[in-house]
């Protein structure tokens, strides 16, 4: 395995979600060094290696879900694509919270909160800019580097998907849901009232943020057989 460092805890039940947080040196989102197709590709092969390694891992192959926050989730959404197409691993679930999906820029939240909020137009668009460098926008990028770009989800794991009303990717997670729903994948959308992106972590304290770890447990131990 490469070199990890540790990441905080995601806000979700450990009881539920077990989760060990880790990347590489490469993998601390230097995009302009390693843009696409290196992050996608990273996270398919350590999706491939945790397969491949789950009974030195103590953990069950056979349940195994995806799971990332804001340009995680969209690299989350890209390793199940990139897992359907290869045949890989199998994934039972996902989980993509105010997932960054689509470069193409052209919904109305973006146009909404462009110059205000704790993530904007102007700094998804570098985000972009950084991942995919002159190909953003245009027609030669692939689904797994954009999957609000896909055409065919169908065979996809179930989803959990969740954004706030007041975050630039609203749109863009509605319509993968959308898009989920229409190729037969079940899918759970949570369009938070007034949250916004990133307000679960950084006002955990919250009545909202509280009600939406909630959500997500429960999802998470119906998709998983346990209690919630």
């Known amino acids: 395995m490469p070199e990890t460092t540790a990441l905080p805890r995601p806000?979700?039940?450990?009881?539920?979600?077990p989760f060990l947080t880790a990347m590489d040196e490469r993998g601390r989102f230097h995009l302009t060094e390693h843009p696409d197709p290196y992050p996608v590709e990273d996270c398919y092969a350590?999706?491939?290696?945790?397969?491949?390694?789950a009974d030195d891992l103590g953990i069950d192959a056979e349940r195994i879900v995806l799971v990332g926050q804001s340009a995680g989730a969209g690299l989350a959404a890209g390793t199940a694509i990139l897992a359907r197409d290869r045949q890989g691993p199998g994934v039972i679930g996902q989980v993509l919270v105010s997932p960054m999906?689509?470069?193409?820029?052209a919904t109305v939240s973006a146009r909404q909160f462009d110059g205000v909020g704790v993530a904007d137009?102007?700094?998804?668009?570098?985000?972009?800019?950084?991942?995919?460098?002159?190909r953003r926008g245009?027609?030669?990028?692939?689904?797994?580097?954009?999957?609000?770009r896909a055409t065919d989800l169908a065979g996809l794991p179930p989803a959990y998907v969740d954004c706030g009303s007041a975050e630039v990717f609203r749109d863009e997670t509605v319509a993968y849901a959308s898009a989920l729903w229409a190729a037969g994948v079940p899918a759970e959308l949570h369009v938070w009232p007034g949250a916004f992106h990133g307000s679960t972590s950084m006002v955990p304290e919250a009545v909202l943020s509280q009600r939406s770890v909630r959500a997500l447990r429960e999802w998470t131990g119906r998709l998983l057989g346990t209690t919630a």
């Open 101 to 105: 999906l689509d470069d193409r820029d």
């Open 11 to 17: 806000p979700f039940d450990p009881e539920f979600v």
């Open 121 to 134: 137009r102007e700094m998804t668009g570098f985000g972009w800019d950084a991942y995919l460098g002159d």
């Open 46 to 53: 350590g999706l491939v290696w945790t397969a491949e390694h």
């Open 138 to 148: 245009g027609d030669d990028v692939s689904v797994s580097a954009a999957p609000g």
